[in-house]
Structures are given as structure tokens and as C-alpha cells.
């Protein structure tokens, strides 16, 4: 599981070379970035900002791109209207920009293909984005490999890459999507939502958990309560 | 080299002299953990002081709570960016554990061990001499099981991974060995005023 550290993570020039919206508040960014070290699904990066008084800006983000050795990875930032840097990237960020970024981070919160299935996924809100990467990376390189996504929105303009995960769905025989929309007569992530998951997947070998924390809290407690061994359940929070 | 457009939001003088490079200041209080919470009884929960595998001394909850307590306030530093000010735990001082114990540190560096197998290391002289506690109550209540109660390590100088949720206890090793963060990248030492945040800073 472990990998020795291949030493000092230095900052790197990451060039952007293509921005798209993806939801109303959501876009994704396109880096050309050549890492000194392998990534693995479910990985972040460490992007830093610099005023031009020397002032600097950090933040951390999840790679939404698999591990396919491209030379650039796909960041999907929440626009949020006081983020200091989410905010930099939905209004000033432009093609052709250099941005530095180090990575990838984190060797927790990861799946590789020899980690197997069955594999439960659940994200909020725009958790989703690590799992994402685990989800094209399976697709590619171990299709066989059962996995379920349970992905709860507030409502449905807010469903990250939904053509994708529709398609996938569709044509993926192994992989099975449980979307939940909060809003409009929805519910929040309830024990027979997850008895529906683990009875459609069967007993999940790794579970990643990833979002807000009362989104992964009450998945994790949920997933306890239903019997799930805790050390398969890796979990991963924002609004930190 | 400055980040074309980007000017920030530089936080006031009085607030940057408390901030370590790359820190925010958040008012909230993020959760951070590898896994679930895990589930302790208090009846069953117990603290362990070990010399590799050899226990040396070990606290029922009741015991523990018999201890003499300490508190402190100040400043914490997570590795995710966030630092949030003027927090307010009490609990039990290392020195008053190895007071209580009968007995000196036997090695320079020690694993913190949770209920939920996380892992750290901490030098045995970050938590000497007041520097480090085992705290039970954050902001006057009982720590919250989000935030690592019934019991967490608390070394607040470090970056606060170090400080371990639901610690069950501390154990002693000959040199100093990498934890769960560790072994993944993570910084052996984690002194935020150094940015050391990965192998290498």
C-alpha cells in the first residue's frame, strides 16, 4: 500500500490550457503539469497563488482526471462567491495562464486497480470530484470491478459530469449510479438508501466517502450501522 | 513570480503575525479524519502508556479523570491551510502522565495510537515540559466525537495532524518511526512555522 516518499514535493509552473462550466457554479480547469512522481486515483493537489506584493494564496484541490499519464490533470472548482482563490479561478483565471501547483497529495484516500471491488462510492455535492478519478480509472483499467455510486445534490443543475455518469451508467455493465437529489420532496442519505446501495453492490471490500461533513459523518455512521467493517471506509472532507 | 489578476485578500497585520506561511484563518472548526468515527465506550476505554509492546502504565476514564489538569489556549495550525485562533482545551499534561506513572520517558520519540489505528509520531521533547496534553475538553464541554473525544492528543505547535483523535495512548519507540501520515508523504516533523507540510519542506 505504502510507497517510500521519492523525496522533496516541489512547486511546479502548471499551464491552463482549457476552462468549461460544467454545472452553474462548477468549472473545469485544464493544467498541463508534468508530475515527478506517479498519481493515483483520489488524489490532490496544492495550488498557490501570489499577489503581486508577494502575498500568497494556498488551497487544496482533487484531481477529477484518472491516472492516464497524459501530462495534464482536470481541477473542478466550486465558485464560491467569498473564496478567496475558488473566487480568483471562476472570474480572473483565463486560458494560457500559469498557475503553481504541487502534487499529487494524500495516499489515504486513494483506490488503485489491484484494491478491487466491490467498491461504494459516496459523494456530496461536489465531493464527487476524487471520485470521479476512481471511477474513470476503473472504467479503463478494471471494468470488471463492481462498483456503485451514491451521489447526493441539492437538485439537479448541480450534478457534476451528469451526461457522464448517465453514460457510464448505461454502458458500464459493472458500475451502478444512485443519484439523490435533497430539495424539492428529496430526502438527505437515510439506512434504507444505504441498505439499497449495499443490497445492489453487495458487501463493499473499499467504501470511499468524500463531501461536507454532515454528508460523510452520517454516510460513515450509516455505513457502521449497517454492519460495513470500519477499516474499509475511508472518508475525505472539505470546508477545511 | 506573481499569479496573473490575483491580488487576495491579505489579512490585517495583527492577523498575519499569528498566521504560518500558507495558513488561512477560518472561524469554523473543520474535520479532518481518515475514516468514521469510532465508537468508544467509556466504560471500556482505556489509556496506554507501552515501551514497544510492553505496557507500563495504563488509566480506566475514571482514573484518568483523577489526574491533575491543565489547560491551555492558543492557536492551531492544520496542514489543509485552515488556522483557528484563541482555542481553549484542558486535559492532562504528558508530565503529569509520566508523574502519575512513576516513571522518565524511556526513549526521545514516541507513536500517538488511536482507537481508530491512526498513528503518529511526536519527539518525546515536543510534549515535555508543558508543551503537549491528553485533552478531554475543548471550549469548556467534553470534546466532541468530530473532534477526537472522548480524548485526543493535543501538541499545538505542530501541525495538527499530530494531535491524534480518540487517542487510546502513547507508545515509546527506540527511533523515531513514521505514523500513518508519515509513511504517506507526510512531514516526519510538521513545524508549521517551517512549512514543513511534506517530506522534504
Known amino acids: 500500500m505504502i510507497d517510500p516518499a521519492p523525496g522533496p514535493l516541489p512547486w511546479q509552473t502548471a499551464i491552463l490550457t482549457a476552462i468549461r462550466p460544467v454545472t452553474r457554479r462548477v468549472k473545469s480547469y485544464r493544467f498541463r503539469v508534468a508530475f515527478d512522481r506517479p498519481m493515483l486515483a483520489g488524489q490532490h493537489v496544492d495550488v498557490r497563488l501570489t499577489a503581486p506584493d508577494g502575498y500568497q494564496a494556498q488551497r487544496s484541490y482533487s484531481i477529477a482526471s484518472p491516472p492516464d499519464g497524459d501530462g495534464t490533470i482536470e481541477l473542478l472548482i466550486e465558485g464560491l462567491p467569498d473564496g478567496e482563490v475558488s473566487g480568483f479561478f471562476d472570474a480572473v483565471a483565463a486560458v494560457g495562464d ?15 486497480p489491484e484494491d478491487g471491488g466491490p467498491l461504494l462510492l459516496a459523494g456530496g455535492g461536489s465531493g464527487v470530484v476524487p471520485l470521479l478519478s476512481m471511477l474513470r480509472h476503473r472504467a479503463a483499467t478494471a471494468p470488471a470491478v463492481p462498483a456503485l455510486l451514491l451521489y447526493s445534490v441539492r437538485d439537479a443543475g448541480e450534478i457534476i459530469a451528469a451526461e457522464e455518469l448517465a453514460v457510464r451508467a448505461r454502458d458500464e455493465p459493472h458500475f451502478q449510479l444512485m443519484l439523490n437529489l435533497t430539495r424539492a420532496g428529496g430526502r438527505r442519505v437515510d439506512a434504507a438508501m444505504i441498505a439499497e446501495a449495499l443490497d445492489r453492490l453487495g458487501p463493499p471490500r473499499h467504501a470511499y466517502l468524500c463531501g461536507g461533513n454532515p454528508f460523510v459523518g452520517a454516510v460513515a455512521d450509516l455505513l457502521l450501522d449497517a454492519g460495513v467493517d470500519p477499516a474499509r471506509v475511508r472518508t475525505e472532507r472539505f470546508g477545511g | 513570480m506573481s499569479t496573473r489578476g490575483f491580488t487576495g485578500r491579505k489579512p490585517p497585520e495583527a492577523t498575519r503575525e499569528r498566521l504560518p506561511p500558507g495558513q488561512y484563518l477560518t472561524e469554523d472548526f473543520p474535520v479532518l479524519q481518515i475514516g468514521p468515527n469510532p465508537r468508544i465506550d467509556l466504560a471500556t476505554w482505556s489509556f496506554t502508556l507501552r515501551e514497544g509492546s510492553r505496557p507500563l502504565k495504563s488509566w480506566s476514564w475514571d482514573a484518568f479523570n483523577a489526574l491533575p489538569r491543565t489547560r491551555w489556549g492558543g492557536d492551531i495550525h492544520c496542514v489543509t491551510k485552515w488556522s483557528k485562533f484563541d482555542t481553549a482545551w484542558e486535559g492532562v499534561r504528558f508530565d503529569d502522565l509520566l508523574a502519575d506513572a512513576g516513571i522518565a520517558a524511556p526513549s526521545a520519540f514516541l507513536l500517538a495510537e488511536g482507537y481508530d489505528d491512526y498513528t503518529t509520531n511526536v519527539p518525546v521533547a515536543d510534549l515535555t515540559g508543558g508543551k503537549g ?33 480518540w487517542v487510546k495512548g502513547l507508545r515509546f519507540t527506540q527511533r523515531d518511526e513514521g505514523g500513518f501520515w508519515e509513511l504517506r508523504g507526510y512531514h516526519m516533523y510538521g513545524d508549521p512555522w517551517r512549512e514543513q507540510r511534506f517530506t522534504g519542506d
Open chain 1, 98 to 112: 500559469t498557475i503553481e501547483l504541487r502534487g499529487p497529495i494524500g495516499g489515504s484516500f486513494v483506490w488503485r
Open chain 2, 133 to 165: 496534553m491528553v485533552a478531554t475538553h475543548y471550549d469548556g464541554a467534553p470534546i466532541p466525537v468530530d473532534h477526537g473525544g472522548p480524548a485526543r492528543l493535543l501538541v499545538p505547535h505542530l501541525y495538527f495532524w499530530k494531535s491524534a483523535k
